[in-house]
Structure formats: C-alpha cells, structure tokens
Antibody, heavy 125, light 110 residues
Framework: QVQLVESGGGVVQPGRSLRLSCAASGFTFSSYAMHWVRQAPGKGLEWVAVISYDGSNQYYADSVKVRFTISRDNSESTLYLQMNSLRAEDTAVYYC??????????????????WGQGTLVTVSS | QSVLTQPPSASETPGQRVTISCSGSSSNIGSNTVNWYQQLPGTAPKLLIYNINKRPSGVPDRFSGSKSGTSASLAISGLQSEDEADYYCAAWDDSLNGYVFGTGTKVTVL
C-alpha cells in the first residue's frame, strides 16, 4: 500500500535552515507529482509547493517563494523540502502528499489521495 | 490568507443533513475541479470528494459534493457522531499557479 513518511522536523532558530524528507513506497514514485502542505498549530491547511513527476517544474506559495526549495530523488523515491531563512510563522506540521497528476497540465484537476503523517517544525529562539 | 471562504462552523443533530459552502473565484472554483478533505483531530487530512462530486473508495455515499459557478458545497446526510471533524474545500488556482485550501469548517454533531 502507499506509504509516505516524513522526517527532519524539529526546533530551529529564526533565520536558520532545515531540510525535510518524505520517503515514499508502495507506488511508482517517478510517475506522480508530489506536494508539501503545512498546518500551523490550531490553523487551517496551507499548500506549500509542488514538483512535477520528473522534477522539471516547481510551483510555490507566495509565503515561501525564494526561501523554500522543493526537490526529489526518483532513484531513492524521496521528496525534499529545503527551508531557509525560517520565520516564526513557518511553525507548522508539514505533510507530504501524493498528487493524482504527474505534470503541470493536469494540475487543474489535482487532488491528494495519499498523505504522510506529518512532521512538526517549530521555529523559535 | 486563503482565497476560498467557508463558514467557520456548522452543527446539526444526528441523522440530519448539514451543508458546507465554499466560495471562490473564476481563477479557482470557477475554472477547475473542487475537492473536499476531512480532518479528524490529530490526524492527517483525508480525501473525501474529488472532481466536484466523486467519492474515493470507502467514503460513504452520505457525503456528496456539488459546484455552481464560483462556489461549491459539501453535503453530509444522515449525520453521525464520527462525522465531527474539520472540513476543507480545495482547488487549483490558475492565477496563483498553486493549490488553494478553504478556510475550513468545523462540524459539530449536537
């Protein structure tokens, strides 16, 4: 069955960096776009970024653009989120999610059937 | 802040029907499919409805979705205690080139 396991969360000081990983199994990782979605404590869901099946295209939420980088290693079936210049408002549970789509032309029909359990990132001095 | 607006809360007694609205714009709901997610406390979101009105395997037919113009709705009929959760609408936004979630609605079974 499909499994997505996030790791790399923790407590980090403002302005520092952190890299999250999402290990995928149970499906052909290289065939699907992958997303990061976050949820601040007591708040709603916020989409963060998407990367196409082959890593050639990435889109980001305005709130993280320039500071965060999504990437993937299809040979290792792993998704990454490099987070730089972290701010207190980046504190959240970060989920990776497998998309229905593989490439950008399909994104208007995108949805997430599979989610990881999430990893908590706390930005605090 | 979210570009899809939902009522913060909804409540009804067991067995009744509750409807949640989701208001967007021409760049998201108006031109793309709508999805709904259910989130129980302390758990990851779960896909409830995709492509406006389709249910993934295992989702009861008590849950149904619809769309009209730039708005969408989720209806839960025969409300049960286990339906107490947060519900989010979502869609791709062509102007933002990103996926957007609604503000979320907390459903309470009285």
């Amino acid at each position: 069955q499909v499994q997505l396991v996030e790791s790399g969360g923790g407590v980090v000081q403002p302005g520092r960096s952190l890299r999250l990983s999402c290990a995928a199994s149970g499906f052909t990782f290289s065939s699907y776009a992958m997303h990061w979605v976050r949820q601040a404590p007591g708040k709603g869901l916020e989409w963060v970024a998407v990367i196409s099946y082959d890593g050639s295209n990435q889109y980001y939420a305005d709130s993280v653009k320039v500071r965060f980088t999504i990437s993937r290693d299809n040979s290792e079936s792993t998704l990454y989120l490099q987070m730089n210049s972290l701010r207190a408002e980046d504190t959240a549970v970060y989920y990776c999610a497998r998309g229905y789509c593989s490439m950008t032309s399909c994104y208007p029909a995108e949805y997430f059937l599979h989610w990881g359990q999430g990893t908590l990132v706390t930005v605090s001095s | 802040q979210s570009v899809l607006t939902q009522p913060p809360s909804a409540s009804e007694t067991p067995g009744q029907r509750v409807t949640i609205s989701c208001s967007g714009s021409s760049s998201n709901i108006g031109s793309n499919t709508v999805n709904w997610y259910q989130q129980l406390p302390g758990t990851a979101p779960k896909l409830l409805i995709y492509n406006i009105n389709k249910r993934p395997s295992g989702v009861p037919d008590r849950f149904s979705g619809s769309k009209s113009g730039t708005s969408a709705s989720l209806a839960i009929s025969g409300l049960q205690s286990e339906d107490e959760a947060d519900y989010y609408c979502a869609a791709w936004d062509d102007s933002l080139n990103g996926y957007v979630f609604g503000t979320g609605t907390k459903v309470t079974v009285l």
